[in-house]
Nanobody, 123 residues
Framework: QVQLVESGGGLVQPGGSLRLSCAAS????????TGWYRQAPGHQREFVAA???????NYADSVKGRFTISRDNAKNTVYLQMNSLEPEDTAVYYC?????????????????WGQGTQVTVSS
């Protein structure tokens, strides 16, 4: 089992930036894909971005061009750089890791989630 800890959330004005981090324990992290999901109040958890061990990335249409996912395998950490933030980006952001992470994957395919980090975009 992998333990995941997200950090870096906070309150930011529209147009601002934040960088989220997802630190993982366990060696499995270095051979699995990792991704970010988010959940706003009253909404289902939705896919944001994912990255494979080889560095291939995939993004939800709503964040393309604004968010960048990256990973540092030596530090067992995945990052989500979020620029040009909009009020619609307000949510709790979660990371997960699995052999495959993609928008098409059912949420119950993921066994491991972090506790989440709150991102609030408001003036």
């Amino acid at each position: 089992q992998v333990q995941l800890v997200e950090s870096g959330g906070g309150l930011v004005q529209p147009g601002g930036s934040l960088r989220l981090s997802c630190a993982a324990s366990g060696t499995i992290f270095s051979i699995w894909a990792t991704g970010w999901y988010r959940q706003a109040p009253g909404h289902q958890r939705e896919f944001v971005a994912a990255i494979t061990t080889g560095g291939s990335t995939n993004y939800a249409d709503s964040v393309k061009g604004r968010f960048t996912i990256s990973r540092d395998n030596a530090k067992n950490t995945v990052y989500l750089q979020m620029n040009s933030l909009e009020p619609e980006d307000t949510a709790v952001y979660y990371c997960t890791t699995a052999p495959m992470v993609a928008a098409s994957m059912p949420l119950d395919e993921y066994d491991d989630w972090g506790q989440g980090t709150q991102v609030t975009v408001s003036s």
